[in-house]
């Protein structure tokens, strides 16, 4: 089984910092495209930054030069630091395979994001 597990998710205040790390068993993440989402009391899951098997990283427009998605495949591990955090980016963090977010599949548990005023 494909097992997914974030971490590093916690309260800061607006404008700090937080480092969000994903581990996965049953899968080696250097194969695959991965994806940080996330998903905020009454709204859809969203994709917020994604690393494609050759490094090329997308953002969505909100989080754009404060996000940034990282990987490292001996590790099997895929991060996201986020800097300059705002209110708007309280949610639960999920990492997935980019081809299971699309369909909705193997989500973990994912990691709370809680940014004051």
């Known amino acids: 089984q494909v097992r997914l597990v974030e971490s590093g998710g916690g309260l800061v205040q607006a404008g700090g910092s937080l480092r969000l790390s994903c581990t996965g068993s049953?899968?080696?993440?250097?194969?695959?495209?991965m994806g940080w989402y996330r998903q905020a009391p009454g709204k859809q899951r969203e994709l917020v930054a994604s690393i494609s098997l050759g490094g090329r990283t997308n953002y969505t427009d909100s989080v754009k030069g404060r996000f940034t998605i990282s990987r490292d495949n001996t590790k099997n591990m895929v991060y996201l630091q986020m800097d300059s955090l705002k209110p708007e980016d309280t949610a639960v963090y999920y990492c997935?395979?980019?081809?299971?977010?699309?369909?909705?599949?193997?989500w973990g548990q994912g990691t709370q994001v809680t940014v004051s005023s």
């Open positions: 049953g899968i080696r993440f250097s194969l695959n495209t």
């Open positions: 997935n395979l980019k081809v299971f977010g699309g369909i909705g599949y193997n």
